[in-house]
């Protein structure tokens, strides 16, 4: 099944900074999509990217798909502590329902 | 429109009871999906329902595990004879359509003790 993997697992950085997150997958998709998850509670969607979508903004996210790379970025820009959370991409969506990746754990230091 | 609500938040079962988690999907929504989530690791997908039919239950190990969405009610997540390793938490998410952004309720905690 598809699947997709976040990188870097862990990341720090100061409030204000930028964040940026890194997904691979492998097969084909229709479309690939960002959730945050807070310790302890369930996942809230981001945004979802269409394949055949190049870049996508909500606020301070942004996200960027390659599709002959299979790789997507997430982008939050001027942090804020409240941004601290796991990342996940995830692809498919369909009747097998979505894949996740491990998740990219972030941390912003006041 | 309320979210996709879960419970209970947490439950606590021994070795060999029964755990029933019960999910309400939002309104509106026919897609109903449930997950699951080890310490440390992304959610793996169990089982996906429309009202009243199991559509695909790839994900959800073939004895002790059932899902249910009736005409009525919530869905409903069913392990007999828990044991450890299925501590974890458990999601619903639910959907208006197919290929489309999930909504997901807050989870319940299983812990077997």
């Known amino acids: 099944s598809q699947q997709g993997e976040e990188d870097p697992q862990a990341l720090s950085i100061q409030e204000g900074e930028n964040a940026t997150m890194n997904c691979s997958y492998k097969?084909?998709?229709?479309?690939l999509q960002w959730y945050r998850q807070n310790s302890g509670r369930g996942l809230v969607h981001l945004i979802l990217?269409?394949?055949?979508?190049r870049e996508k903004h909500s606020g301070r996210l942004r996200v960027t798909l390659d599709t002959s790379k299979k790789s997507s970025s997430l982008l939050i820009t001027a942090s804020r502590a409240a941004d601290t959370a796991s990342y996940f991409c995830?692809?498919?969506?369909?009747?097998?329902?979505?894949?996740f990746g491990k998740g990219t754990h972030l941390i912003i230091q006041p | 429109n309320a979210g996709v609500m879960q419970n209970p938040r947490h439950l606590v079962r021994r070795r060999g009871q029964e755990a029933r988690l019960r999910c309400s999907p939002m309104k509106g929504h026919s897609h109903v999906y449930w997950y699951r989530q080890l310490p440390e690791e992304g959610l793996k997908f169990m089982v996906y329902l429309q009202k009243e039919n199991i559509i695909d239950e790839s994900g959800m190990p073939k004895e002790r595990f059932s899902a249910e969405f009736p005409k009525e009610g919530p869905s409903i997540l069913r392990i007999q004879q828990v044991v450890r390793g299925d501590s974890a938490a458990y999601f619903c998410?639910?959907?208006?359509?197919?290929?489309?952004?999930?909504?997901f309720g807050p989870g319940t905690r299983l812990t077997v003790t």
């Open positions: 995830a692809t498919g969506g369909g009747a097998d329902g979505l894949t």
């Open positions: 998410a639910s959907s208006p359509y197919l290929d489309r952004e999930q909504y």
């Open positions: 097969t084909s998709i229709n479309n």
């Open positions: 990217i269409r394949s055949n979508e």
